[in-house]
């Protein structure tokens, strides 16, 4: 793998499910990044962390809750979501102090 | 805080034609500017990035960008597109440095590119 990974590619869930969003980045960065696109919408970042420490929380509803192990992998858990939390969720990695962030190719959520 | 404008939100455009992806930024310090693309389906790729030195920056597949800091553009063209071309772009602003050191990427709000044949 190289790059940034995203899994799953498609995500529908019902509004009580729980599900998690797995990032893993092979680029040998420090710095991770979620972000959610919904259509009509700006780019929104949601998370940021660095060397494994949040650093960032862009006022995100508690039923979105990262998590990041490691420098190499990003979780987003996401537990009684709405509808409107249906969007493309991004992942994204950087070195710490370089501006240039990679992009996974997303998931796309479906809110029943 | 920065902010972008992206002033066209759909551009079509004929295969073989030039084309210019307009942008625009707010800042009151001294910014980083790069431009990605998004094909369908696809995360986003970064096409070309401004980080000091000539204000002319060239990417990849033809394209180029011209930072104008009197005018905070920094505007997107390339003089042939292909069909291929076709995506969305979003030009986005960064400040020099936030907690942590990470850089904190602002988004416009994105511009679709149709090349027709």
């Known amino acids: 793998e190289t790059g940034v990974t995203q899994t799953p590619r498609h995500l529908v869930m019902g509004m009580t499910n729980k599900k998690s969003l797995k990032c893993e980045q092979h680029?040998?960065?420090?710095?991770m990044y979620w972000y959610k696109q919904s259509a009509k919408k700006p780019l929104e970042l949601m998370f940021v962390?660095?060397?494994?420490?949040?650093?960032e929380n862009n006022s995100v509803p508690s039923r979105f809750s990262p998590e990041c192990p490691n420098s190499s992998h990003l979780f987003l858990h996401l537990h009684t979501l709405q509808p409107e939390d249906s969007a493309l969720y991004l992942c994204?990695?950087?070195?710490?102090?370089?501006?240039?962030?990679?992009f996974g190719p997303g998931t796309r959520l479906t809110v029943l | 805080a920065q902010s972008v404008t992206q002033l066209d939100s759909q551009v079509p455009v004929f295969e073989e034609a030039p084309v210019e992806l307009r942008c625009n930024y707010s800042s009151s310090v001294s910014v980083y500017l790069f431009w990605y693309v998004q094909y369908p389906n696809q995360g986003l790729q970064l096409l070309l990035k401004y980080l000091s030195g000539s204000t002319l920056v060239k990417g990849i597949n033809g394209f180029e960008a011209e930072f104008n800091k009197s005018q905070t553009s920094f505007h997107l063209r390339k003089p042939s597109v292909h069909i291929s071309d076709t995506a969305e772009y979003f030009c986005?602003?960064?400040?020099?440095?936030?907690?942590?050191?990470?850089?904190?990427?602002?988004f416009g709000k994105g511009t679709k590119l149709t090349v027709n044949p």
């Open positions: 962390y660095n060397f494994k420490e949040q650093t």
């Open positions: 680029l040998g960065h420090n710095a």
């Open positions: 994204a990695s950087s070195q710490v102090y370089k501006s240039e962030q990679f």
């Open positions: 986005a602003v960064s400040a020099h440095y936030t907690q942590g050191g990470s850089e904190k990427l602002v």
